[in-house]
């Protein structure tokens, strides 16, 4: 689709590549319309770096996020008659104090957006690797359904805290799940479903717009995130949907965009919604009709591929 609103890039995040400006230009070189600059927002205790940082330390991470808004900002002024760029990031929730940092940091940066993410569940990261994702299992009794059950109490925390305009990835919980052997997917199990279905709806209650996002296919998912049996449940209730690539580097800006396709249609997604920002400086919800039919796919060489 002619927008993103999930993006990452080397120069401020370990785990991409590239420089923030070089997403910016494969953006405009796919004819996209907006934008999305999401890095992620810093934490603030040593335990919560990663491995990747072992090297940094929590002030590291606060000065490069300052260093990324300067950078969005200029980038915003260079190339803003070519593509329309919101300033945003991505969020985390580890612990409370977490929530209360992330409000000051916003009102501090005066950010567009939020991307509503949840990376953690017990204060432990949950995508950063299998062997993380099953410590997490083994701390919460060996029961994956006590896991998914944790994720959707936090990410409820979360989306009532912050309010994100975007959820970001909404059942990211799945990623490491083992589906491949045969281990039943604790969201077939009603009271965990209630749970995902309780969060959906008051995400949809305050106005929020869910994204597909295309980095799931990466991560060997047969969906974008959410899978079909969520994002049936989104669509069924009204809520309002977007498509982001969750970009790492210039690389992947648009990834996986062709299987979207495939996807909206499949789904029956006809209408996705996206942000922009008024000449006043207000942003505001815009509706793209039609939007499997836009210029847009056929310009990238994307048509429907059957998977």
């Not at 991505?90 to 209360?100: K, R």
């Not at 029956?268 to 509706?287: D, F, I, M, N, S």
Request: with cysteine; charged share 25%.
């Amino acid at each position: 689709m002619p927008f993103t609103f999930h993006s990452h890039s080397g120069q401020f995040c370990r785990h991409a590549k590239g420089t923030l400006e070089n997403v910016v230009k494969a953006a405009i070189s796919k004819n996209m319309l907006v934008l999305g600059l999401t890095e992620h927002v810093p934490r603030s205790r040593t335990q919560d770096l990663y491995p990747e940082e072992s090297d940094l330390t929590t002030n590291d991470l606060h000065t490069a996020f300052h260093a990324y808004v300067d950078e969005a900002r200029r980038l915003r002024s260079q190339y803003g008659s070519q593509i329309h760029i919101l300033i945003g990031a991505e969020t985390e929730y580890i612990t409370h104090d977490t929530l209360d940092e992330l409000k000051r940091l916003r009102k501090k940066y005066d950010l567009d957006f939020l991307v509503g993410s949840l990376h953690h569940v017990n204060g432990m990261p949950m995508d950063f690797s299998p062997e993380l994702y099953e410590q997490i299992v083994e701390h919460c009794s060996g029961s994956r359904s006590e896991m998914f059950r944790r994720y959707f109490d936090e990410q409820l925390v979360l989306l009532q805290e912050l309010q994100p305009e975007i959820v970001g990835h909404f059942d990211l919980i799945r990623i490491f799940h083992p589906y491949s052997a045969g281990v039943e997917d604790p969201l077939l199990q009603d009271d965990i479903r209630n749970l995902a279905l309780r969060n959906i709806d008051y995400a949809i209650s305050y106005g929020a717009i869910f994204e597909i996002n295309t980095r799931a296919w990466k991560k060997g998912l047969r969906d974008a995130y959410p899978q079909r049996d969520l994002l049936q449940e989104i669509l069924a209730r009204g809520g309002r949907i977007t498509l982001s690539d969750d970009s790492h580097g210039e690389h992947d800006v648009c990834m996986h965009y062709d299987r979207a396709l495939a996807y909206l249609r499949e789904m029956g997604v006809k209408q996705l919604h996206y942000l922009r920002k008024t000449a006043e400086g207000a942003v505001q919800v815009c509706v793209l009709d039609n939007a499997t039919e836009h210029e847009f796919w056929a310009a990238n060489g994307f048509f429907v591929v059957v998977v």
